[in-house]
Each structure stands twice: as structure tokens, then as C-alpha cells.
T-cell receptor
Framework: EAGVTQFPSHSVIEKGQTVTLRCDPI?????LYWYRRVMGKEIKFLLH????????ESGMPNNRFLAERTGGTYSTLKVQPAELEDSGVYFC??????????????????FGPGTRLTVL | TQLLEQSPQFLSIQEGENLTVYCNSS?????LQWYRQEPGEGPVLLVT?????EVKKLKRLTFQFGDARKDSSLHITAAQPGDTGLYLC?????????FGSGTQLTVLP
């Protein structure tokens, strides 16, 4: 079974440009998460999709970031326009079924290899 | 804002030695997870602990969740070079995971 994949693995762009990151979760996983790790800091939560719906986007830093998951399969995270402080590694993770009455945090999250974004 | 402090930040030991990594917070978490990350890869879950005082063992790794569910430790017995990697703790509360900054472990042969 294929794991979580992310594309591209690296992206170097100039300040003000737009970048779109893609995440393909494990097939059949309802939950999809985006995280990022900026230089020297800890991994931070950005948002959580349950199928195609945004369950929690409280970690999104500002309105330059837009995440979508059309059809509840793959997800994209667009940064427009990119700023220097957006540089870091963006991770995607997925986990199995969603149940509102269940502690979903106990479902193992499988992480992708990350996309390293450098904004010059 | 919930914070998880990991210590030490870096640890370099000889093969066969024992070590303990700590994860501390002033906040209570409903669960605590430990991950290991290799260069160029994403974190991989090692264990989840949910009950205060819980101890879980995974071969040479022993994980403990503090009684008050604010802290956790990871103990490795007889470390091997294959244990080298970045170890991350992550606390679960509400609907999010809060990660610690990580402990970079290097086990020298």
C-alpha cells in the first residue's frame, strides 16, 4: 500500500510568487492534515480536513494560505503571495475513518516526506 | 498556547549506553505520542499513551506518561546506531497535536 505522497519535494520561489503544494493521502483515509516546520521551530498544525470539509483551520497563519480538498481525495495548499517567513518544510498526514464520538487523535497519522519550501 | 519542551535538544552517545529523553509541559494533554523522524522523511509514530502513569514498552524503548498527563519520557536501553534519528513528542488536546521541538539522537558505533 502506497504511503502519503507530497509534491514537489522541494520548491524555491521568490517573494511575491505563488506556490501550490500537493498531498495525496493513503487511499481511503478520511482525515488529512497539513503541518509545517519553519527553521529552528517545532512542527505546527495548520489544518485538518475530514473528507472534503475543513474540520479545523485554526492553525492557518493568515489569508495568504488556502487549502482545498476537492472530492475528498488529494489536497492542495496554495501560498499566494509567498513571503520570506513562509520558508520551511510542509508536511501532510492522513489517518483513517472519522467518527465524531471517537477520539480521532488515537488514529495513527501517517506523514508524508514533506515539501521543503524556500522563499527568496 | 500549549508548549511542549523536549530535552535534551541534542544527544550523542556510544553504542550500548542507555538514555532518557524528556517531554514537559505546563498543560494537560489527553494523549501523548512519540515519533521518530529520519532525514528526508516525515515523522513515524512509535507509541501513543493516554492514561496518566501509563508505561508502554516497545523492544528496547520504554515510554511513560506522567501521572498528571503533563509530561512524558522515552528511555532507550542499550542504544544501537540504528536508533539514530530525531525523536519528537506530540501532545493531543481538543482537535490538534502540539509537537515538541525534538531531540536529535546520534548513537556512535
Amino acid at each position: 500500500e502506497a504511503g502519503v505522497t507530497q509534491f514537489p519535494s522541494h520548491s524555491v520561489i521568490e517573494k511575491g510568487q505563488t506556490v501550490t503544494l500537493r498531498c495525496d493521502p493513503i487511499s481511503g483515509h478520511d482525515n488529512l492534515y497539513w503541518y509545517r516546520r519553519v527553521m529552528g521551530k517545532e512542527i505546527k498544525f495548520l489544518l485538518h480536513f475530514v473528507k472534503e470539509s475543513k474540520q479545523d483551520e485554526s492553525g492557518m497563519p493568515n489569508n495568504r494560505f488556502l487549502a482545498e480538498r476537492t472530492g475528498g481525495t488529494y489536497s492542495t495548499l496554495k501560498v499566494q503571495p509567498a513571503e520570506l517567513e513562509d520558508s520551511g518544510v510542509y508536511f501532510c498526514a492522513s489517518s483513517q475513518e472519522w467518527s465524531s464520538g471517537r477520539n480521532w487523535l488515537l488514529s495513527e497519522q501517517f506523514f508524508g516526506p514533506g515539501t521543503r519550501l524556500t522563499v527568496l | 498556547t500549549q508548549l511542549l519542551e523536549q530535552s535534551p535538544q541534542f544527544l550523542s552517545i556510544q553504542e550500548g549506553e542507555n538514555l532518557t529523553v524528556y517531554c514537559n509541559s505546563s498543560s494537560v494533554f489527553s494523549s501523548l505520542q512519540w515519533y521518530r523522524q529520519e532525514p528526508g522523511e516525515g515523522p513515524v509514530l512509535l507509541v501513543t499513551v493516554v492514561t496518566g502513569g501509563e508505561v508502554k514498552k516497545l523492544k528496547r524503548l520504554t515510554f511513560q506518561f506522567g501521572d498528571a498527563r503533563k509530561d512524558s519520557s522515552l528511555h532507550i536501553t542499550a542504544a544501537q546506531p540504528g536508533d539514530t534519528g530525531l525523536y519528537l513528542c506530540a501532545g493531543g488536546s481538543a482537535r490538534q497535536l502540539t509537537f515538541g521541538s525534538g531531540t536529535q539522537l546520534t548513537v556512535l558505533p
